[in-house]
């Protein structure tokens, strides 16, 4: 009885944790919210598909499973995003590296992780890199995202090969108007991101006129313009291809055990674990966890539990054929822009997933390849400048002269190598700095 009453009060708290992190703080806010995702993660699931021959289905079960428990644990919008490096390298590279070297890829990655957080690596790692570091690897991921964005509002894409093919036409069911129509829509409902939208007192205004615009003000910025701009996404897929509705299957993918050989281990490590590790460590676990902090001082979102949680994600779902994933700060900043303030944001995402993984399985591959890119660029368009505007807070030349330099060699280069120079401009600024105060006395 007494090794009973610890057990219940436990279970009881924790089942009061969870509903308290899935609570909605506002319902349409959290629906928003959830769909700030999309514009990274439908592109290059979508790709993979098509390329890979991905299993679309099992990708959707297992990351709507993602979604649900790190809403609950974190209570916050913890996106899952799929890992953006190794699916660069497994489309580039033809037929060579292929489901096992991809699986090969995200097991080596996730189990390094793992092992980082469990044995307490990665929270030394957090403490000792410069904020303006961090800031630095954010605003370039923020503006890549961007710059992509921007690609696929302009140009038209065959995700298949990751190109971009010819200018984008102005009008029709997937032209630039439409993208710009879109884009223009969000940014009167959303602003520039402001908190407090839709703001004001009636009683400030004496005559019905004004009360009458701050009514229509309010119900503007009520609105939920990424779920409406999905929803007409989704609306003109179906247009652009009617049949495309018959031609899906009902019932969900056949669930296997991917086979890796040797050689699958070999690839996956060399050309897919070792470029996308230092990516994971930076901006899935390092920057996604001093955005959270910015985001959600109230919240407790520790680089162990996160680089944990990435790693027994794809320690699982890599064996059964769904696509590696983790955490992405780009993520989180978007569906915070579009409203999603708590973990019940991403377990709504989570729950769509899950239905759409047994009802129709892989075979929404082709509804999505008909959705328009060019609205799916708006989203992530969005969600990367709101992963940029966290940088804002360099309090000195110094500090923002790191932030830039780390930033302007990550898109030149990549993520890891601007990482370095940050670090080795960062020490040489102090160094200096102590220089000269010896210098003084």
């Not at 629906?31 to 990274?40: C, E, Q, R, S």
């Not at 390094?112 to 605003?139: A, D, H, K």
Request: aromatic share 8%; charged share 15%.
């Amino acid at each position: 009885m007494e090794n009973s009453e610890p057990a219940s009060g436990f279970a009881a708290a924790t089942i009061q944790k969870v509903r308290k992190n899935l609570a909605f703080r506002s319902k349409w806010s959290e629906v928003n919210g959830a769909m700030g995702d999309l514009g990274t993660y439908i592109p290059i699931v979508l790709a993979l598909t098509l390329a890979k021959d991905l299993n679309l289905g099992t990708t959707l079960i297992f990351t709507a499973v993602y979604n649900i428990l790190t809403g609950a644990l974190y209570g916050v919008p913890m996106p899952v995003q799929p890992m953006k490096s190794i699916a660069a390298v497994a489309i580039s590279s033809g037929s060579t590296f292929g489901i096992p070297e991809i699986m090969a890829a995200g097991i080596c990655t996730s189990g390094s992780l793992f092992l980082l957080g469990v044995t307490g690596l990665m929270e030394t790692v957090y403490r000792l890199i410069p904020l303006p570091v961090v800031r630095g690897v954010q605003l370039s991921q923020g503006l890549s995202f961007a710059m992509t964005a921007v690609k696929y509002i302009k140009k038209e894409q065959n995700f298949s090969k990751a190109k971009s093919m010819g200018e984008r036409h102005w009008v029709g069911l997937d032209g630039l108007l439409l993208a710009l129509v879109c884009a223009g829509f969000i940014v009167v409902v959303n602003g520039a991101g402001e908190e407090n939208r839709g703001g004001g007192n009636d009683d400030d205004d004496d005559d019905g006129g004004g009360r009458r615009k701050e009514r229509l003000k309010r119900f503007i910025t009520s609105l939920p313009s990424a779920f409406i701009v999905f929803l007409l996404g989704v609306v003109l897929a179906i247009l652009r291809r009617p049949n495309v509705v018959k031609e899906m299957k009902v019932g969900p993918s056949t669930i296997q055990i991917v086979k890796i050989s040797k050689h699958a281990w070999k690839e996956g490590f060399i050309n897919g674990a070792i470029p996308q590790l230092p990516l994971s460590v930076l901006n899935s676990v390092i920057a996604v966890c001093k955005l959270s902090s910015d985001l959600f001082p109230a919240k407790n979102c520790s680089v162990t539990s996160v680089s944990v949680t990435v790693g027994l994600m794809n320690l699982v779902g890599c064996w059964f054929g769904a696509m590696p994933c983790c955490h992405g700060a780009g993520g989180l900043a978007g569906q915070y822009k579009f409203g999603g303030r708590s973990g019940g944001s991403v377990a709504i995402l989570g729950a769509a997933k899950l239905v759409l993984g047994f009802v129709v399985g892989s075979s929404l591959a082709k509804l999505l390849n008909q959705f328009p890119v060019g609205v799916l660029g708006v989203l992530l368009l969005f969600a990367g400048l709101e992963l940029a505007m966290a940088c804002r807070d360099m309090a000195s030349k110094e500090e923002s002269f790191v932030m830039l330099l780390c930033a302007a060699v990550s898109l030149g280069s990549s993520a890891a190598i601007g990482f370095v120079c940050g670090i080795v401009v960062f020490l040489l600024l102090r160094l200096r700095s102590k220089d000269q105060s010896c210098s003084a006395l």
